[in-house]
């Protein structure tokens, strides 16, 4: 299978605001009041913990259909931890990005423990933003 190409542009709105479009969306990228922001929307590690939940559903879902049981429901819930120290320039002792990040996944279906067990291993596994968040992928930021 070839691979697939996903491409956004984004620009400056404000100094803590960041319009950006993806395909024919458009997403605002905004930091609460108490960071330099507006709170007009999630901010960029909120992000991150959305596009993984977004990603854990339509994994789960296409899996649940492969493994043959019906997904009703799910619900996702994420949260992560992070030292800001490094963003903002205080202290280069821990990484800039999320330290640790928990998921809970709550299905609601009729499939037994073990059929769930072999699920929530294949969503994780083959969930590309997963990936991303487990993996180092390279990333080269140059100039323009």
Known sequence: MADLTFRIDAHMASKAKTVVKARGFEMIVDEPVS???TDSAPNPVEYVLAAFAGC???????????????LRGLDIRIHGELNPAKLFGTSDAERAGYK??????????????????AWLHAVEARCPVSDNLQNGTPVSVVLG
């Open 100 to 117: 640790s990040i928990t998921v809970e996944v709550i299905p609601d279906c009729d499939a037994d423990a073990a059929t769930l067990e």
């Open 56 to 70: 854990l559903n339509v994994m789960g879902n296409l899996i649940a259909k492969e493994k043959g049981f019906e």
């Open 35 to 37: 960071l330099g922001g």
